[in-house]
């Protein structure tokens, strides 16, 4: 039966979208970086559709851009959301601007969370395929439990060994680490 948010058809063109995507980006780098000429814009046009026709060849990076594109869209709206509550409570445009300009700290949360999703997206793809010890997706080695880590299914693993308590013991050691170097080391400003 057919519905008015049935979106089945969007799914034939899946493909056009991480075109579009990768088109446009490569586009806009090597415009503003002006890399192939400063009057280049048919080149940069071929190489941008060049690149674009490469990564639709390749199933895992298409996979891992229908991954990543709605977690970034998440990060930005709530980037958006959090500007929106610092103007709630007084700070102007020119504020907000200006603080980004001078911390770095801003810049380098923004590349770590580009990491975050770009190692999640690589993981969720391609999981159970780039081990040493694994087959296709099937632990190949004799330790299989279904409790453990020696399972099939990457999402089982990969929760297993996080909230093993070694691995949350020392996530909190470094946690403690971090803050005291911090603490230790750090200068006040007044």
Known sequence: MATFLDTSLLQS??????????????????AKTK????DALAINAIVAVSTAFLVILSDPLVQMIKFMVPWF????????LLLLIFQIFGATNKDIFNYVK???????????????ILFAAIGNVLGQSIGPYLDDG???????????????????NITATLFHPKVIGLA???????????????????
């Open 138 to 156: 099937n632990n190949a080695t004799a330790a299989q439990s279904s409790s453990g880590v020696a399972t099939g299914d990457f999402q089982t």
């Open 13 to 30: 063109f899946d493909i056009i979208f991480p075109f579009l995507l990768v088109f446009a980006i490569t586009f806009a780098i090597l």
């Open 102 to 116: 001078t911390d770095k700290g801003v810049g380098w949360v923004i590349v770590g969370v580009g990491i975050i």
């Open 73 to 80: 869209v998440i990060a930005f709206i709530f980037f958006m």
């Open 172 to 190: 909190i050691l470094f946690i403690i680490m971090i803050f005291a170097v911090a603490l230790l080391t750090g200068s006040t400003k007044g």
């Open 35 to 38: 890399a192939l000429g400063n």
